[in-house]
């Protein structure tokens, strides 16, 4: 249940894994009011993130929460999925029943739209964890809710870590990069999560054996995606675990002080031959262009794992 003067928040996802840890995190947290979750394609296609959604709700006792369909493709591409790393249900790892909450009737842009016009301007965050097709259509559609959002925290984009789908480009920005320029040029505050400090903070087996030895469902579920979600890292990068992306951008929200980072300019990549989906983020200070985002390079892994385990300890 919330706390009085929670945070409000709407999480825009793509389960997947890593959003199903970040959605239990955030539905474990009285510090915040997530007024619902939209769902879009980007991990598995919109059926099944839309879905997902709703099975990671009724898994932490929240069949209560509104969760709407959103964008099946990206603004101005076919759509790109990542089964090879989620597997073909984008939730494999542990068998869940198919969800018996319905879908909100609204689509996910009038939910989006509709919520940022009826909350008090700056009093919303949004928080989205995969391709930012389902924002920036609510943006381009009624621009006069962009200035009425309180902040984004996203996860997606990369720096010193470059790309996890391509040589350059992390998977979400990648998978729409026409939607994340619209994002990144809003003029919204802008805390984005890059692979540049996800990839530090790591599953291990003794962190997943944690997780399942809380003897809940959400901690069994939460070890057994981990196990799966791994191997495909691990085969990758080569021994160490799997990066839990998505978690990071609730994490920040709950403590902030995980994380360090720059305010820097952040642009996307549309046109590259090679570079299509590239967060070109100026580290160094050294293009002249003005800060858009606070650009996040470190990460605490032990308060990180020390909340997140807590916490889900704290669901069903
Ligand atoms: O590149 C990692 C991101 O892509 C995460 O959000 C993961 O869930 C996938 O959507
Ligand atoms: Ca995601």
């Avoid at 391509?166 to 919204?188: H, L, M, R, W």
């Amino acid at each position: 249940m919330p706390m009085p003067h929670a945070r409000k928040i709407i999480i825009d996802t793509d389960p997947g894994q890593d959003d199903a840890v970040a959605i239990l995190l955030a539905l474990a947290s009285p510090e915040l009011d997530v007024l619902g979750i939209t769902a879009v394609a980007g991990n598995v296609p919109l059926d099944l993130t839309a879905r997902n959604a709703r099975v990671i709700c009724e898994l932490a006792g929240r069949d209560d929460m509104p969760v709407h369909a959103g964008c099946d493709r990206p603004l101005r591409r076919r759509l790109v999925t990542a089964e090879h790393v989620h597997g073909k249900t984008g939730l494999d790892g542990i068998t869940l029943p198919d969800p018996r909450m319905p879908l909100a009737k609204a689509h996910a842009v009038d939910f989006l739209i509709d919520t940022l016009r009826s909350q008090a301007p700056g009093s919303v965050t949004l928080c989205p964890l995969g391709p930012l097709t389902n924002i920036a259509t609510a943006f381009a559609r009624a621009p006069d809710i962009v200035g009425r959002v309180a902040e984004i925290v996203l996860m997606g984009g990369a720096y010193f870590e470059v790309g996890n789908i391509t040589p350059a480009a992390e998977f979400n920005i990648y998978v729409d990069p026409e939607a994340a320029e619209i994002v990144f040029k809003s003029g919204v505050p802008l805390v984005v999560m890059p692979l540049d400090v996800t990839h530090k903070v790591l599953t291990t087996r003794q962190r997943i054996e944690t997780f399942r030895d809380l003897g809940n469902r959400a901690g069994h579920a939460v070890a057994s995606w981990t196990d799966f979600f791994e191997r495909y890292d691990i085969a990758k990068y080569g021994g160490q675990g799997a990066p839990l992306h998505d978690p990071c951008v609730i994490a920040y929200l709950l403590a902030p002080d995980l994380f360090s980072g720059r305010h820097i300019n952040v642009e996307i990549e549309t046109k590259g031959d090679f570079t299509q989906g590239m967060t070109v983020a100026d580290w160094w200070g050294v293009s002249g262009r003005a800060a858009n985002a606070l650009f996040m390079g470190e990460a605490d892994a032990a308060g990180f794992y020390a909340l997140l385990t807590r916490r889900i300890g704290d669901l069903p």
